[in-house]
C-alpha cells in the first residue's frame, strides 16, 4: 500500500542542525511532488516545503527558508529535510505528505507519514 | 503568509449536519480552487476528505462535501457518526509557490 516513513527527528540544541528522512513506498515516488508539514505540540499544521516530482523545483515557507532544505533521491525512494540554525519555534512533528495527484502541485496532500518529532531546546 | 482562519469548535449530535467554514483572503481561497480539507483524530496523521474545492478522494463517504463562495470555503459533515469526531483543517494554494493551512476545528459529535 501506499505508505511514507518519516524518520530523523530527536533533541537538538538551538543553533545546531538535523537532517529528518522520509521513505516512500508502495507508489512511482518519482511521478508525484512531496512536501513537509509540521505540527507544534497542542497545534496547528503549518506547510514547510514542497519539492517537485523530479527534483528541480523547491518552494519553501517564509519561516524556513535559508535555514532548511528540501531534497529527494529517485533512485532510492526517499525524501529529506536538512534543517539548520534550529529555533525553539521549530519544535513540532513534521510529516511528509505525498501530492494527490501525480506531476501537480497543490491539489491535496495525500497520503501523509505519521511524523517525526524534533524537539528544539537547551 | 497568515493561516485561513477557523472557528476553534464545531458541535452536532448524530445524524445532524454541521458545516464548518474557512475564510482566506482574495490572494488564496478567493482566488484558486485548491482548496482542500483534512481530518485528523488524536495522534494520527491528518487524512484528506476533500480537494479542489469539492472533491473526494475515493473511499471517503459522501456524508463529506465542500464548498466555496467568495473568500470562504466549507466543509459539511452529514449524518454525524461517533467516529466523525476529530479535529478538521483546510488548505488552499497561496499563490507564489506556497501552502497555508487553516488553524483547526475541533468537532464534537453530542
Same mark, same amino acid.
Given at each position: 500500500?501506499?505508505?511514507?516513513?518519516?524518520?530523523?527527528?530527536?533533541?537538538?540544541?538551538?543553533?545546531?542542525?538535523?537532517?529528518?528522512?522520509?521513505?516512500?513506498?508502495?507508489?512511482?515516488?518519482?511521478?508525484?511532488?512531496?512536501?513537509?508539514?509540521?505540527?507544534?505540540?497542542?497545534?496547528?499544521?503549518?506547510?514547510?516545503?514542497?519539492?517537485?516530482?523530479?527534483?528541480?523545483?523547491?518552494?519553501?515557507?517564509?519561516?524556513?527558508?535559508?535555514?532548511?532544505?528540501?531534497?529527494?533521491?529517485?533512485?532510492?525512494?526517499?525524501?529529506?529535510?536538512?534543517?539548520?540554525?534550529?529555533?525553539?519555534?521549530?519544535?513540532?512533528?513534521?510529516?511528509?505528505?505525498?501530492?494527490?495527484?501525480?506531476?501537480?502541485?497543490?491539489?491535496?496532500?495525500?497520503?501523509?507519514?505519521?511524523?517525526?518529532?524534533?524537539?528544539?531546546?537547551? | 503568509?497568515?493561516?485561513?482562519?477557523?472557528?476553534?469548535?464545531?458541535?452536532?449530535?448524530?445524524?445532524?449536519? +454541521?458545516?464548518?467554514?474557512?475564510? $482566506?483572503?482574495? =490572494?488564496?481561497?478567493?482566488?484558486?480552487?485548491? /482548496? !482542500?480539507?483534512? @481530518?485528523?483524530?488524536?495522534?494520527?496523521?491528518?487524512?484528506?476528505?476533500?480537494?479542489?474545492?469539492?472533491?473526494?478522494?475515493?473511499? +471517503?463517504?459522501?456524508?463529506?462535501? $465542500?464548498?466555496? =463562495?467568495?473568500?470562504?470555503?466549507?466543509?459539511? /459533515? !452529514?449524518?454525524? @457518526?461517533?467516529?466523525?469526531?476529530?479535529?478538521?483543517?483546510?488548505?488552499?494554494?497561496?499563490?507564489?509557490?506556497?501552502?497555508?493551512?487553516?488553524?483547526?476545528?475541533?468537532?464534537?459529535?453530542?
Amino acid at each position: 500500500q501506499v505508505q511514507l516513513v518519516e524518520s530523523g527527528g530527536g533533541v537538538v540544541q538551538p543553533g545546531r542542525s538535523l537532517r529528518l528522512s522520509c521513505a516512500a513506498s508502495g507508489f512511482t515516488f518519482s511521478s508525484y511532488s512531496v512536501h513537509w508539514v509540521r505540527q507544534a505540540p497542542g497545534k496547528g499544521l503549518q506547510w514547510v516545503a514542497v519539492i517537485s516530482y523530479d527534483g528541480s523545483s523547491k518552494y519553501y515557507a517564509d519561516s524556513v527558508r535559508g535555514r532548511f532544505t528540501i531534497s529527494r533521491d529517485n533512485s532510492k525512494n526517499m525524501l529529506y529535510l536538512q534543517m539548520n540554525s534550529l529555533r525553539g519555534e521549530d519544535t513540532a512533528v513534521y510529516h511528509c505528505a505525498r501530492e494527490q495527484r501525480d506531476f501537480d502541485y497543490w491539489t491535496g496532500y495525500d497520503p501523509w507519514g505519521q511524523g517525526t518529532l524534533v524537539t528544539v531546546s537547551s | 503568509q497568515s493561516a485561513l482562519t477557523q472557528p476553534p469548535s464545531a458541535s452536532g449530535s448524530p445524524g445532524q449536519s +454541521v458545516t464548518i467554514s474557512c475564510t $482566506g483572503t482574495s =490572494s488564496d481561497i478567493g482566488y484558486y480552487n485548491y /482548496v !482542500s480539507w483534512y @481530518q485528523q483524530h488524536p495522534g494520527k496523521a491528518p487524512k484528506l476528505m476533500i480537494y479542489e474545492v469539492s472533491k473526494r478522494p475515493s473511499g +471517503v463517504p459522501d456524508r463529506f462535501s $465542500g464548498s466555496k =463562495s467568495g473568500n470562504t470555503a466549507s466543509l459539511t /459533515v !452529514s449524518g454525524l @457518526q461517533a467516529d466523525d469526531e476529530a479535529d478538521y483543517y483546510c488548505s488552499s494554494y497561496a499563490g507564489s509557490n506556497r501552502g497555508v493551512f487553516g488553524g483547526g476545528t475541533k468537532l464534537t459529535v453530542l
